[in-house]
């Protein structure tokens, strides 16, 4: 008898001598909770009760899994007096900047503050952030003052094992894992893990293509590649849309290809096979070869990659093959609402394109026609209306979400207009190409990641200015006739070295649109 009833008592310990710790986790996570993590709550877009309701439902499973991990915090005092004041220092930081500019953690924003390259670091310092770091210290130093005073906690195990177990449940469920690993304060774990593992993947050793790679063009050159993001081919006005989402490309010479297929439809994975000579029979050479970049290195290209997408470190390695690496907009993340747009790029761009090297190699990397849409255009290209007013997708309609997306088309085709506006009188190449296509409501799918014919159509075109066409008015011919083809991304290696006017054995003529 005594064998059962031991571990019951243990229980009803746990359960009912401890209240008053319970109480004072509880009193703890709501600390952290209400004044750090519902700022990363605060300005998503919703449009109903319904969404509200969802929106909490997700902050209490991240006040849930706070919960878990100040059940083990607490467990010691001393732990709890020496861990307690950096968790509120830190998330009161990330929660004040979140709360004033919109402004989130990510690697690369740890990464300019661990190399001191954030220029105005000093005029982030504000009154503000100092009263607000005051407070917090304050109510944290009170949640010490109690803990002293609780004393000594039994059934220390039984708590931290619960706590253990809590967590490791909720961050290893994958519905929850995202949504908690993006807000205060577990994004500062998250984001961490997620630096180490992108300079882990830069140091990697990659096969290098670059011998007897031969240099056939000897004039000053600039190739530009867009990788785009989410663009489906058939919203396209110039590929005979029946909106015209592309009023100003429809006026340049533009080669568009209406047949490009991706075998992957997120970013993190077409990255790789798009920049690499990754093709459907060998794709493992998307994380053992290195990109294009290094060939275009090796015939005396600058090559320079600007951001403006997270890095990861499926693609970091080749962000890193680029002689320069310039990020615009270092603070967002998909978990941010406000205005995110690619002409943030273009004082990079106009940069590299005065650097003194004849020859260049300007990749962009844009956030195009991502989701959340009404981010990633400016309020003069909202054409289409009414827009999605929830970041909920079931609370929108077809005809809202369609609308939204149109509008990000409207813009890419203002961005890629600037960018011939400034390459016009240069001997130059732009050759586009999204990362994947999206679903817009077909068989009931949204956005990307799903296999289906919506996501697997992806945009891809070219433009030569007047020079470079002159010299090669056979690459442009070629191109024009596969504008039908149906082609695999596979083309991209290929056809990239071919602008460029690079030979190699490793170049498969087959596959480049130039011939
Ligand atoms: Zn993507």
């Known amino acids: ?39 990363d709550f ?16 997700q902050w209490i499973v991240v006040t849930l899994s706070l919960f878990f991990a100040m059940l083990i ?55 503000g ?30 708590l931290l094992l619960t706590g253990v177990a809590g967590m490791f449940f909720l961050t290893n469920v994958s519905a929850f894992q995202r949504p908690i690993s993006e807000r205060i304060p577990f994004n500062i ?5 997620k630096y180490n593992e992108e300079k882990q993947s830069i140091k990697q050793q990659r096969i290098s293509l670059t011998e007897q790679s031969k240099c056939t063009d000897d004039k000053p050159l600039t190739v530009v590649f867009v990788l785009g993001e989410s663009l489906r081919p058939d919203h396209l006005g110039l590929n005979g849309y029946q909106r015209n989402t592309t009023p100003l490309l429809s ?19 077409s990255l790789p096979h798009i920049l690499t000579r990754a093709d459907s029979l060998n794709p493992d050479r998307a994380f053992t070869e290195e990109s294009f970049v290094s060939m275009f290195n090796s015939c005396n290209y600058y090559t320079v990659w600007l951001a403006n997408q997270e890095s990861a470190k499926s693609y970091a390695y080749f962000m890193h093959e680029c002689d320069s690496l310039f990020y615009a907009n270092i603070e967002k993340s998909s978990y941010v609402f406000d205005k995110w747009v690619d002409e943030s790029l273009f004082p990079l761009f106009d940069s590299a394109l005065k650097s003194a090297a004849d020859k260049k190699l300007i990749i962009l990397h844009t956030i195009g026609s991502h989701w959340w849409y009404n981010s990633h255009y400016t309020d003069s290209f909202a054409r289409y209306q009414p827009v999605t007013k929830s970041k909920i997708i079931s ?41 994947h296509g999206e679903a817009l409501g077909e068989d009931g799918i949204w956005l990307h990641a799903s296999q289906s014919p919506a996501t697997q159509q992806t945009a891809g075109m070219v433009w030569m200015s007047a020079s470079y066409k002159a010299d090669y008015p056979q690459k442009y011919e070629k191109a024009m006739q596969k504008r039908d083809k ?16 690079i030979d190699s054995q490793y170049k498969d003529y087959t596959l480049s649109i130039f011939r």
């Open 395 to 435: 609370s929108c309609t077809k005809e809202e979400m369609i609308n939204s997306y149109d509008n990000t088309v409207l813009y890419t085709d203002y961005f890629i207009h600037s960018l011939i506006g400034k390459l016009r009188n240069e001997r130059a190449i732009l050759v586009y190409l999204s990362d």
């Open 73 to 127: 915090l607490s467990v010691n005092r001393y732990i709890f007096l020496f861990l307690m004041p950096l968790l509120t220092l830190v998330s009161a930081v990330l929660a004040y900047f979140r709360y004033t500019i919109n402004a989130t953690l990510t690697p690369m924003l740890l990464d300019a503050a661990l190399d001191n390259d954030l220029g105005t670091s000093a005029q982030l310092v504000s009154g």
């Open 42 to 57: 605060l300005t998503i877009p919703v449009n109903s009760f319904k969404d509200v309701c969802i929106l909490f439902m």
């Open 1 to 39: 008898m005594k064998s059962i009833k031991s571990p019951l008592n243990r229980l009803s310990g746990l359960l009912n001598i401890h209240k008053r710790y319970y109480l004072f986790v509880c009193l703890s996570t709501l600390f952290i909770a209400l004044m750090f993590t519902s700022t």
């Open 189 to 193: 774990y998250y984001t961490v893990s």
């Open 129 to 158: 952030l100092v009263l607000f770091l005051l407070a917090a210290l304050l109510l944290s130093a009170g949640l010490i003052y109690l803990r002293f005073k609780l004393g000594i906690v039994q059934y220390k195990p039984g």
């Open 486 to 501: 149906k082609m695999r991304t596979d083309f991209l290696f290929h056809s990239l070295l071919d602008a460029g006017g």
């Open 251 to 269: 006026k340049e010479d533009i080669i568009s290809f209406k047949n490009i297929h991706t075998e992957y439809t997120y970013t993190n994975r």
